[in-house]
């Protein structure tokens, strides 16, 4: 009889294999699992749902083993083909056992003899708590298939042609994750695969249509100048999702402020805010980025590697005036670890999450948000929506104008026709 085993450790959830069925294989890759072919095993992350894997099992027996867990390994899939279980025998396994459980064909797993078949009831486990009989691997990387010399090849290209170091980081990640999703080099790779690729990317929802944009880019620019060809030229990019920004009102605002006690942190998401800078801009300012006579912060290489002026609020002057002369600023406005760089963007995200939490404010949104806020705000204070244009550094007015649908009301007085009954 086919029995299927889940082993779960600190690092991932692991079944082994000793059959090959292409079609159950194909399922579990579009389901996240990465087949490792030394051990014989697919690995899938530790926190997946076992509910939702087990129902691609087709209602096959298994059993699942937690390492070093008081739990006692628990067996389903067995009760409708052994006699029913009395009321007192009934085991708490409801809440994960599969739908429609039956036995399945020959094609799973591991072998397992009439000699070996589990009871309805685990017995108790002869062995420790911390002493599993089992010996589980250390966590499982899947083999690349996106050699050292093809990086470097697209890092050469990246480089050659001044990308910023955030994109080489993303265009070599999809290149790593399309080879290691469909285990094969890049030059083995046709547009069929592609497609195939970007279609389980979307279908698991774990990507937005920004993410496969991102994905079709970086795939593109590698086939084109390193693999010299063009198979995904003519490839059609998903429309971006239609998603309006979340605002914070000023009320929500000074609350932020007012919480935040560290000078540092409250000064970085006060420049945030108050002048409209990316989290990339405002971790990358240095001292002599600021001119405090003019009320006016230089943005060094923003986003496009494109210079520009923002406004610095009196405010903000003020404050930051206190800030030079107690922190001794000297380079980076926002040292890290070490001081010699500037704090980390993932830092400044953390900073502003703490923030959100201490305000016990429960919108679900970024420190970007806080850029999206500076913009509707002086829209509906009525400012010139060009002078915003040229404030956020943006190319086209169009991404501007988007603000003009948060901020309509206020703008051109629209009021409710159940305010006028």
């Given at each position: 009889m086919d029995v299927i085993y889940l082993f779960r450790d600190s690092a991932?959830?692991?079944?082994?294999?000793?059959?090959?069925?292409?079609?159950?294989?194909?399922?579990?890759?579009?389901?996240g699992g990465f087949w490792d072919g030394m051990s014989q095993k697919?690995?899938?992350?530790?926190?997946?749902?076992?509910?939702?894997?087990?129902?691609?099992?087709?209602?096959?027996?298994?059993?699942?083993?937690?390492e070093d867990s008081s739990v006692q390994p628990q067996v389903f899939g067995f009760i409708q083909n052994i006699n029913a279980p009395n009321a007192d025998d009934s085991s708490d396994n409801s809440d994960i056992l599969p739908e429609n459980s039956r036995w399945p064909s020959q094609r799973f797993c591991q072998k397992s003899g009439p000699s070996q078949r589990p009871s309805l009831r685990p017995e108790k486990s002869r062995y420790p708590v911390n002493s599993s009989p089992f010996t589980f691997p250390a966590p499982f990387s899947p083999p690349e298939k996106f050699s050292g010399l093809w990086r470097s090849k697209l890092e050469a290209e990246l480089r050659s042609r001044k990308y910023s170091p955030r994109t080489q980081k993303a265009y070599i990640y999809y290149n790593r994750l399309i080879c290691r999703t469909l285990q094969k080099p890049p030059e083995e790779i046709r547009s069929c695969d592609i497609t195939q690729f970007l279609?389980?990317?979307?279908?698991?929802?774990?990507y937005s249509a920004s993410s496969l944009?991102?994905?079709?880019?970086?795939?593109?620019?590698?086939?084109?100048?390193?693999?010299?060809?063009d198979d995904v030229s003519e490839?059609?990019?998903?429309?971006?999702?239609?998603?309006?920004?979340?605002?914070?009102s000023k009320e929500e605002i000074s609350k932020i402020l007012g919480l935040e006690k560290n000078p540092k942190h409250r000064l970085l998401l006060m420049l945030a805010y108050s002048s409209g800078l990316r989290v990339s801009e405002v971790v990358a300012l240095k001292r002599e980025h600021i001119d405090l006579s003019r009320k006016v912060i230089y943005v060094r290489l923003g986003k496009g590697r494109k210079d520009r002026n923002t406004i610095l609020s009196e405010k903000a002057a003020h404050f930051i005036e206190e800030y030079f002369n107690f922190f001794q600023i000297e380079k980076w406005l926002f040292p890290g670890q070490p001081p010699s760089h500037p704090l980390s963007i993932r830092s400044a995200q953390y900073i502003f999450d703490k923030a959100l939490r201490h305000a016990e404010i429960n919108k679900k949104i970024s420190i970007h948000n806080l850029r999206h806020t500076f913009a509707t705000h002086l829209l509906e204070s009525g400012t010139d929506i060009r002078y915003i244009q040229s404030l956020l550094g943006h190319a086209n007015l169009r991404?501007?104008?988007r603000y003009t649908h948060v901020a309509r009301r206020s703008i051109l007085n629209i009021r409710s026709p159940l305010d006028t009954i």
């Open positions: 991932a959830v692991q079944i082994p294999f000793s059959n090959y069925d292409p079609n159950l294989f194909r399922l579990f890759i579009r389901n697919f690995i899938f992350r530790k926190d997946t749902d076992i509910i939702k894997l087990s129902r691609l099992f087709s209602g096959a027996p298994f059993v699942f083993v937690q279609a389980d990317m979307d279908k698991n929802g774990e944009n991102l994905a079709i880019s970086a795939i593109k620019f590698f086939f084109r100048y390193v693999l010299k060809k490839r059609h990019r998903p429309h971006q999702d239609g998603r309006l920004p979340m605002i914070l991404t501007t104008e």
